[in-house]
């Protein structure tokens, strides 16, 4: 009975060590998973923010390129009356007294 109760005590012990080592082990894996969990949410804040101000920079060239499209096509339509009257002045006949 003496030596079934050692070797109960002596598996416990071997048990109690071998748990102990895993929760050693597990609390460094948290610790590391938690480390890397904070540094990949800074860098995904990081770049959340920089994708924030590309699409800021596109909404503004957008925006540019439309009142430039809008200067263009008004340039151009004055071109075209320019050109129209310009012929009109030059193929007119001239009236002499």
Same mark, same amino acid.
């Given at each position: 009975? $003496? &030596?079934?109760?050692?070797?109960?005590?002596? %598996? /416990?012990?071997? $048990?109690?060590? +071998?748990? !102990?080592? %895993?929760?050693? +082990?597990?609390?460094?894996? !948290?610790?590391? *998973?938690?480390?890397? /969990?904070?540094? /990949?949410?800074? +860098? *995904?804040? #990081?770049?959340? &923010?920089?994708?924030?101000? *590309?699409?800021? $920079? %596109?909404?503004?060239?957008?925006?540019? *390129?439309?009142?430039?499209? $809008?200067?263009?096509?008004?340039?151009?339509?004055?071109? @075209? @009356?320019?050109?129209?009257? #310009?012929?009109?002045?030059?193929? #007119?006949?001239?009236? +002499?007294?």
């Amino acid at each position: 009975v $003496a &030596s079934d109760y050692n070797c109960l005590t002596q %598996m /416990n012990e071997t $048990a109690l060590d +071998k748990y !102990n080592q %895993m929760r050693r +082990k597990l609390e460094h894996v !948290n610790g590391s *998973i938690r480390t890397m /969990n904070d540094s /990949n949410c800074t +860098k *995904i804040l #990081s770049t959340r &923010s920089q994708l924030n101000e *590309i699409e800021d $920079a %596109m909404s503004n060239l957008e925006s540019t *390129i439309m009142h430039l499209d $809008a200067y263009s096509r008004s340039l151009e339509t004055q071109v @075209k @009356k320019f050109e129209k009257t #310009s012929l009109a002045t030059r193929t #007119s006949p001239s009236i +002499k007294d």
